[in-house]
Every structure is written in C-alpha cells, then in structure tokens.
C-alpha cells in the first residue's frame, strides 16, 4: 500500500491528478488532507493519497474497464452490479461517441462507436512577408514555417477509468525555401536592385526570420557646395568675453583687425562630388549640382591664384555687398592739431596722440583715439574708441544714422501726439465744448495752445534737423497746419488724419535708412555730448554734466563709476555705478518703456525716467533697479544707504 502527498490549487484538483497519474479512478483511492489554505489572492490544497489495491475484490471484478493499445481504444463491459468503463477527454482531443461530441468524462462500452480526432493542421506551411521603408531605400524579410505533427493515443493499462492523452505519431515539415524562390518572391514585390547576399543565404537556413535586411537602395550624395574659407571675422558681432568666473571683460568689443601686406584673406575650395543614388526597385535618384561660388575683390586686394585672395596693403579686412577689400588705415603719430589739421578718412583712423581744440576727426569706418579729446568733434560711420577722456567735446557714432534716429524720435513723438490731438478734437465736437459755430480748425488751435501746446515745438525742432528737401511734404504741413496760425487753416479734422498717415510713412523710411548698429567706448566725459546708434560704454571714471544718447544701452563699465549731471538716455538699458552727488546734483537718467534701470547708488535729487513715467529719488541708496512691472507700474528696487 503506498502513500503520496500531491498538491494543488483545491483538493478536487489534488485528487483529480492522481487519479491522472495512477490512472486509477477516485473510488481506487483513499486520502487525506493535510493542508487547506484559502488566501486572498492565493490558494492551497495538500492530500496524502493511499493507493487501494481492490483488484482481489469481487466488486472490482465486475467493473468495466479500458485500456489504451498501440493507439487502439479497447473496451471491457461491466458485469452486473458493476460501473462502466469512462474516458476522461482533454482539450487538445476531440472525441465523438456514438456520434454526439464529448467534453470532459464520457462513459464508454464494447459497443459505441467512438471517433478520436486531434486538432492538426491540414499540412505543413511556410510563409515569407516583405516589408520596405517610406524612402523606398529598404527591404526587410520576415520568413515563418510551421511543422504539421500527426498524432495519435498514447497507450494506457486497464482500468475503469482512463485519460487520454496524445503523443505525436511524426512529424511533416514544409519545404525550406530556396535562393531561388525568395528571388522570385523579391522580383514578384518588383525588388530588384542592391539585394543583400549574405543575408538572401540566412533565408535558406529554414529557421524563423524576422524583419531581415534583404534588400538596400544607395543613398543619393548631393554635390558639396564651393565654399570660401575666410581668413578674417566677416561679423561685426562686438560681443563681449567673459573669463572663466563669468566676469565680463567689456574692453574685450573687436575694433580693427588690421592686415599686412600679402596677408591671405580668402580661400576658395571646390565642393566634393557627389553620385547618384538608386532605390530598391531600382530607380535612379538624381543628385543635386554643387553651387559654383566666384570670390569677389574690391580695392586693397588681388588675386594669388584662381582661388586665394591676398592684400596688397595694410589695412582692415572687410566683407560688404558679397566683395572682399581692404580699406586702408590712416595713422596719426601724433596729436590732431593745427600741424595736422583735420582728419577726414573713407577708411580706419588710429591716433596716437590727443585731439586738440576745435579740430574734426571724420571717418567712413571706424575712429581710435589713445589719448584724450578736447573741446573738438569727433564723428564716425563705425566704432568709436577713446582711451581717455572727452572734455567739452563733440562725439557721433554711426555717422547718418544718428541724425537719423535723431528724426525718428521726434517723428515718433509727434505721431503720437496728433493722433491724440485728433481723438481731443473730436470728443470736444462731440460734447460741444467749444460751442456751435467753433470750426474744427478753430478747437485744433485752442488745444495746441493749451493741453498740446509741446506739439508746434516738437515740428520746429524736427524741422531744425532734418533734410529740408527730403521732407518737404511734411515740413510743409507741418508749417501749414500746426505751427503759428497754420491750425486755422484746417477746414475738416481729417487733414490731421493724413498728417499722421505721411509721419508713419516717414517713420518706416527712417527706419529702413538705419545700418548695423556701431558702439563708442570713452574712458571719461565732461561737458561733452556723446551719441550712439548702437551702445555707450563708459570704461573709466564716469561722465560729469554730458549728454549721452544711445539707440541701445549705456554701460558704465566699472562699479564705482560716476554719473553726475546733465541726461543719460538708451533704449533698452543703463548700467551706472554712482548717480549723483551727496549735495544733490541732478541727473537724468531715461530709458523707453520696456527698458531697465541699474545702479549701484543713487543720491537724493536724481531722476529715474521710464517712458512717460518719473521717479526722483529723494533719499541716498543703494542696489537700485527701476523697471514698469506688468500693471503698468513704475518700480524702483533699492536699499537705503
């Protein structure tokens, strides 16, 4: 008598696979449990089983019986008194008995008819996909065989009960595919270019394949274009250099890079060819002609060879309307005075010496001063530099362009205030303000007598520094409409409206008249007025009773750096490091409305100007930030000293 423990999920499960294994039925079988556990996700049964030899007793005699052999289901009927014989069906076999489909446990005799059948394939199969990219450049092979097996019962001992069970009888496997057939298969998909042959032999192996590069088109390569290597900075960038503490060095703004005589200045170099490329179903992709690049030379320079460019004297490279020339350098070994006269150079001028009293220095490009400039002017298309100081001096940088943002900004002013003046205008018809028989040109003028009176004064000082012959038609209007008695010459509030239609028209020609932005840099200035179309850099001790003016930013390079009287006006930001005095000196520091204000202190009596917004301050402080939050507000950060 033998004793087993088995396990499972339950205990009919426990008893059901021992009846499995003993191919005995439960009646055959004694157990008992040792082990229940019902978990909330898991479950567990033990038994230990006794296996009942019952094969002496009568009862067991009359019971019927099957058995299982070389696959052939014979079947013994019970004797009187006795239980039928019974199949236990699994799911992979289908069994009929008497006709009617079996699942689960099916009493069987001598007599039924039963029909085994197992769920097999018809034959064996083989199956090949192609799948290519979008680009139509590759080619993936996926191949798949599935073998057919035959089955057939599995032989079992006698007993009351038996569970089927099948074993594969052989097994028929597909053909392997061929070189040959996977090339038909390839040229059925209309692939027929750069298959791969190392790989078109894997497909023969009869393993599975998935997504196997079998086919690779070549990639077009475009011609390169001529490129021209040049030898100097072709970018008027002026950006500053920071040392590796993140300090910025503001003495670090590029001013000339000169050149000696037969420097290279350009190269030429011919573009790679390239091919043509070729898909997998074996189409031609055409490449892209190289573009041909011709190298260009102005004064200063000449031709090495077909392809390098050289000078021919020394001076500043530079790179304009696609043209490389070399403007020449005008030095001053000395002091501009009476001796020299004044300078006015189309190119670069360095002076090593001071600009003396009442002298001019003009340039086309860029002007360099070492030493100091006193009560003279100085005026450039370019940068700007003097190493010292500027006394009761006169310094323009951007040439034109800072008359020409000089117009703009009162263009701008005036544009405004007339298409105040004309909704004024109207609101005073609207309300009847001025009585019924005032004619529009009569309320036009009351107003610039009164709320906008500043509007006839802005048109004479526009009028002071423009181009009288370029803005004739303005001029005229302004002459005619606004100043004096002109206002009672309008007859209809729309002549204002094509007033401010010519300023925005004039305003958009002023702009487009504008170059690249130019810098001046001076060490300090006193009495002096200093202008800018692009930044004002103060790299000394400050400024004392001037007028600096910049289209961009003013920055007093050093912390402790004076500001101290007359106005310092920019765009966007001003970076001061002492505004003012202790005895109050006033200082007006303005920028427009997006616009920021920094110092470092700021004594009573100064003025912080942001758009049509005015602070003054009226006690010392420190850690100063002024700036228009998103409500509109003026703020002014600081620390009182």
């Given at each position: 008598m033998d004793k087993e423990i088995i396990s499972g999920t339950t205990v009919e499960e426990c008893l059901e696979k021992a009846c499995s294994k003993y191919n005995l039925s439960k009646n055959n079988i004694k157990y008992e449990v040792i082990e229940v556990k019902n978990g909330l996700f898991k479950k567990r049964a033990s038994i230990e089983v006794e296996i009942v030899d019952n094969s002496n007793e009568e009862n067991n005699k009359k019971d019927g019986n099957v058995e299982i052999l070389n696959g052939k289901i014979n079947v013994k009927d019970p004797e009187e008194g006795g239980e039928c014989a019974k199949i236990v069906v699994p799911s992979n076999i289908g069994v009929q008995i008497n006709g009617k489909e079996v699942k689960g446990t099916g009493e069987i005799y001598n007599s039924s008819d039963i029909e085994i059948y197992f769920h097999e394939i018809e034959k064996p199969e083989r199956k090949v996909a192609i799948n290519t990219s979008p680009d139509k450049m590759n080619a993936y092979i996926s191949i798949n065989y599935v073998n057919k097996n035959v089955y057939k019962l599995k032989d079992a001992l006698a007993s009351n009960k038996v569970v089927l069970e099948s074993e594969i009888l052989r097994t028929e496997k597909p053909p392997m595919y061929t070189k040959e057939e996977i090339l038909e298969i390839l040229k059925a998909s209309n692939i027929n270019y750069g298959i791969i042959s190392d790989n078109l032999l894997k497909c023969t192996s009869g393993e599975e394949i998935i997504d196997l590069p079998i086919a690779q088109g070549v990639k077009?390569?475009?011609?390169?274009?001529?490129?021209?290597?040049?030898?100097?900075?072709?970018?008027?960038?002026?950006?500053?250099?920071?040392?590796?503490?993140?300090?910025?060095?503001?003495?670090?703004?590029?001013?000339?890079?000169?050149?000696?005589?037969?420097?290279?200045?350009?190269?030429?170099?011919?573009?790679?060819?390239?091919?043509?490329?070729?898909?997998?179903?074996?189409?031609?992709?055409?490449?892209?002609?190289?573009?041909?690049?011709?190298?260009?030379?102005?004064?200063?320079?000449?031709?090495?060879?077909?392809?390098?460019?050289?000078?021919?004297?020394?001076?500043?490279?530079?790179?304009?309307?696609?043209?490389?020339?070399?403007?020449?350098?005008?030095?001053?070994?000395?002091?501009?005075?009476?001796?020299?006269?004044?300078?006015?150079?189309?190119?670069?001028?360095?002076?090593?010496?001071?600009?003396?009293?009442?002298?001019?220095?003009?340039?086309?490009?860029?002007?360099?001063?070492?030493?100091?400039?006193?009560?003279?002017?100085?005026?450039?298309?370019?940068?700007?530099?003097?190493?010292?100081?500027?006394?009761?001096?006169?310094?323009?940088?951007?040439?034109?362009?800072?008359?020409?943002?000089?117009?703009?900004?009162?263009?701008?002013?005036?544009?405004?205030?007339?298409?105040?003046?004309?909704?004024?205008?109207?609101?005073?018809?609207?309300?009847?303000?001025?009585?019924?028989?005032?004619?529009?040109?009569?309320?036009?003028?009351?107003?610039?007598?009164?709320?906008?009176?500043?509007?006839?004064?802005?048109?004479?000082?526009?009028?002071?520094?423009?181009?009288?012959?370029?803005?004739?038609?303005?001029?005229?209007?302004?002459?005619?409409?606004?100043?004096?008695?002109?206002?009672?010459?309008v007859e209809n509030l729309n002549e204002l409206d094509d007033l401010a239609l010519l300023c925005e028209q004039k305003v958009t020609n002023l702009k487009n008249m504008l170059s690249v932005p130019v810098d001046v840099s001076v060490g300090y200035c006193q009495n002096s007025k200093i202008e800018s179309s692009g930044n004002i850099f103060i790299t000394g001790k400050g400024e004392y009773i001037s007028n600096l003016t910049a289209r961009n930013n003013i920055i007093f390079t050093n912390d402790n750096s004076v500001a101290r009287g007359g106005t310092i006006k920019a765009k966007n930001e001003i970076k001061c490091g002492v505004i003012g005095s202790i005895a109050g000196v006033s200082t007006k520091i303005q920028v427009e409305r997006h616009g920021n204000i920094y110092a470092e202190i700021a004594y009573q009596n100064t003025r912080f100007v942001i758009g049509n917004k005015e602070h003054v301050v009226e006690n010392p402080c420190k850690g100063v930030h002024v700036y228009i939050n998103k409500d509109d507000e003026l703020i002014v950060d600081k620390l009182l000293l």
């Open positions: 077009v390569e475009n011609d390169e274009d001529d490129k021209i290597e040049f030898k100097f900075s072709i970018k008027k960038n002026n950006k500053f250099q920071e040392n590796q503490n993140g300090k910025i060095d503001f003495k670090s703004i590029g001013f000339i890079n000169a050149v000696e005589e037969g420097t290279i200045l350009a190269e030429r170099h011919a573009g790679k060819e390239g091919h043509d490329g070729r898909d997998i179903y074996g189409n031609v992709i055409k490449k892209k002609s190289g573009k041909i690049v011709k190298i260009n030379i102005g004064e200063g320079c000449e031709f090495k060879n077909e392809n390098v460019v050289v000078a021919v004297r020394k001076g500043e490279p530079i790179y304009t309307g696609n043209k490389i020339s070399v403007i020449a350098i005008h030095e001053v070994n000395s002091d501009v005075d009476l001796k020299t006269g004044n300078i006015k150079f189309v190119g670069d001028v360095f002076i090593h010496g001071n600009v003396s009293e009442s002298m001019k220095v003009e340039s086309e490009h860029n002007i360099k001063i070492d030493k100091n400039v006193q009560n003279a002017t100085v005026s450039a298309n370019g940068n700007i530099i003097i190493e010292k100081n500027a006394i009761f001096s006169n310094i323009f940088g951007g040439g034109q362009d800072v008359f020409v943002l000089k117009q703009l900004e009162f263009l701008n002013t005036i544009d405004l205030n007339i298409k105040n003046i004309i909704e004024a205008v109207g609101q005073v018809k609207h309300y009847n303000i001025h009585g019924k028989g005032s004619t529009d040109g009569q309320i036009l003028k009351a107003l610039l007598e009164g709320k906008f009176r500043l509007l006839p004064r802005l048109c004479e000082k526009f009028i002071e520094i423009c181009d009288m012959e370029a803005n004739a038609d303005i001029v005229n209007f302004f002459k005619s409409k606004i100043i004096g008695m002109g206002p009672l010459n």
